[in-house]
């Protein structure tokens, strides 16, 4: 008797630190959306290289058009494109988190699928726009993917540390939420 009141009380603890873990990783995730959100938003508004500011028929210019689309229209595209795909990730993250969307583990891999969509789109936007020098492009780009890979082999290593302790590694970290540990 003695011993199942016991195991009751840690029950109610283990659901305690996980609804902790849980609303720290929401914090987190919220946190992240909305600065990811604010900073898309910005760049959106004044894209990199700024606007044209007065009509030139003779160049075919427009005021308020983004002069990165007439100097590296691929670069524009690019950089219009991720910044877009970074911006809808962002509110995709905070619409989620606000309806108080359950983290199973299915929506744990939801939200990592999500702030790695987020994350990869703005990094790419940042590269598109951030210098007109094809060098320091590709060095950013290749930074870029340095910190990709980085990131993939701490998440390979991660899950791979959840497999040799026997957990499920498909849960995302879901039973690290326990222990008040985030996957993210």
Known sequence: MAGEQ????????????????????????????TLTASITY???????????????????????YPVLLDKSPWRYYVFYYCNATSFASSVCIIVLLATNFYLSHTSVMVFNVLVALDMASLGAAFVAGSSSSKRFTAFNAGLMVCLV?????????????????????ASGGVANLQHGNSAL
């Open 6 to 33: 016991g195991s009751a009380v840690a029950n109610r603890g283990g659901r305690a630190n996980r609804k902790e873990g849980e609303d720290e990783l929401r914090g987190w995730l919220m946190l992240l959306a």
């Open 42 to 64: 910005a760049a959106a508004l004044n894209p990199p290289g700024g606007v044209w500011q007065a009509d030139d028929a003779a160049k075919d210019f427009v005021a308020g």
């Open 149 to 169: 890979v980085l990131f993939l082999l701490w998440k390979l290593k991660f899950l791979m540390g959840n497999d040799q302790a026997g957990q499920n590694p």
